[in-house]
């Protein structure tokens, strides 16, 4: 091969090697748009689940589940449960046949908390019979007293009454200079087959909680149990919760201004009972302005 040929070939070859090359440096470069451009659908795929997981969030009670209102919408809900005027309350007296358990007496050592006559509440937040009983307990206690940060729950979704609208005390408190009031809410609403009770597990009673408890409830006692000093009992519910079927929060609340709802003669009925044991029992007939002579009246009947 003479030397114009020799040198014909290695410029080929060279040309062929710069194309390769340059063919190689342009897949790189598909290849890194490739990467970058997979990288930002991964990052606006997880923001996307991100957004959709928090639009379809539902407001809870930092514990189970729930579709209750929040914010505002929650503050007037809390304001017109805590709010029920005496005057209705009194109008509702015994409720019109509407309250089927009534407190009872027992008899032991005055439980008391803080130097003062203690009301013992164990529930459960998937309880429909407890989510029921707390309508009615937080209107009687606030006549005593002030709750801050109640929040809105329901009773389980595979329970009788299911999906029951009620509130949590759970990581609430209460005020009062005539009484205390300790709450446990043992589980949540959430579904858990590990657990003995079927549900996520939430408070413990302490043993002390936990002898009361079986000492006037029995070794099964039912929930809600709600003890007024030692002095009267509830245990179990006080009302049907099919009365509360299929309502929002807002409309229970609202309802509780008309003395002749259904609603309010359950829940009003169930506060006035309420609010005579803790007369009777726990305050020695004070305030006047729960423990009116309308509440007095029922006295006798517990």
């Not at 997981?53 to 407001?59: A, E, Y």
């Not at 005593?144 to 949590?168: A, E, K, M, Q, R």
């Not at 149990?225 to 006080?238: A, E, K």
């Amino acid at each position: 091969m003479g030397k114009a040929s020799r040198t014909k070939v290695e410029s080929t070859r060279r040309e062929k090697i710069a194309a390769q090359r340059a063919a190689e440096r342009k897949a790189e470069q598909r290849r890194r748009i490739l990467l970058a451009s997979g990288s930002v659908v991964v990052v606006l795929a997880v923001v996307l689940v991100f957004v959709i997981v928090k639009l379809n969030h539902k407001p809870n009670s930092a514990t189970g589940v729930s579709n209750g209102p929040t914010g505002s919408a929650l503050t007037a809900v809390v304001d017109k449960v805590t709010s029920v005027p005496a005057s209705t309350l009194d109008t509702v007296g015994t409720g019109n046949g509407a309250v089927t358990g009534k407190p009872t007496t027992i008899s032991g050592s005055t439980l008391m908390a803080n130097g003062k006559p203690e009301m013992l509440y164990v529930g459960a937040e998937y309880c429909p019979y407890c989510a029921a009983e707390r309508w009615a307990m937080i209107v009687a206690l606030s006549r005593f007293g002030t709750f801050t940060g109640l929040h809105t729950v329901h009773s389980s979704s595979t329970d009788t009454d299911p999906n029951t609208p009620t509130f949590t005390f759970y990581k609430s408190s209460y005020t009062s200079q005539y009484l205390a009031f300790t709450p446990i809410e043992l589980t949540t609403n959430v579904p858990d087959s590990s657990s003995a009770s079927g549900y996520v597990t939430l408070q413990t009673p302490t043993a002390a909680q936990q002898a009361i408890v079986t000492k006037y409830g029995g070794a099964n006692s039912p929930i809600p149990f709600v003890d007024f000093g030692n002095h009267y009992l509830i245990n179990g519910v006080s009302y049907d919760p099919g009365v509360l079927a299929h309502l929002s929060w807002a409309t229970i609340a609202n309802d509780l201004s008309n003395p002749s709802n259904p609603v309010t003669q359950a829940i009003g009925g169930t506060a006035n009972y309420i609010t005579a044991a803790i007369c009777k029992g726990m305050t020695n007939n004070t305030p006047a302005t729960a423990c009116t002579s309308t509440v007095q009246s029922l006295e006798s009947q517990i």
